[in-house]
Nanobody, 124 residues
Framework: QVQLVESGGGLVQAGGSLRLSCAAS????????MGWFRQAPGKEREFVAT????????YFADSVKGRFTISRDNAKNTVYLQMNSLKPEDTAVYYC?????????????????WGQGTQVTVSS
């Protein structure tokens, strides 16, 4: 059974930075893509970022492009989301997710496994 555990959320002022981590277990981490999604109160869960099995290809939502980066350390079975220049509209619960493909995936229904989420709050 695949397990995903996020960490690194918190409260930050607008313009600040946070780095989220997601530790994965339960299957061969290095052969699958990974992704991050977020869900703000009263809104649908939305795609944020994804990368392929090696980390050589990444894809971002337009709303975070140029501010967020995604990376992975296959030796540590961990994926990261570096969030810079944070805005109040980035406030949400952030979820790590794992699809059953090695290649980038940005549709929610491509992801089978989900973490429990970590809260990110950006104050103005």
């Amino acid at each position: 059974q695949v397990q995903l555990v996020e960490s690194g959320g918190g409260l930050v002022q607008a313009g600040g930075s946070l780095r989220l981590s997601c530790a994965a277990s339960g299957r061969t981490f290095s052969t699958y893509a990974m992704g991050w999604f977020r869900q703000a109160p009263g809104k649908e869960r939305e795609f944020v970022a994804t990368l392929n099995w090696s980390g050589s290809m990444t894809y971002f939502a337009d709303s975070v492009k140029g501010r967020f980066t995604i990376s992975r350390d296959n030796a540590k079975n961990t994926v990261y989301l570096q969030m810079n220049s944070l805005k109040p509209e980035d406030t949400a619960v952030y979820y790590c997710a794992a699809p059953d493909t090695a290649y980038i995936a940005y549709r929610r229904n491509e992801y089978r496994y989900w973490g429990q989420g970590t809260q990110v709050t950006v104050s103005s």
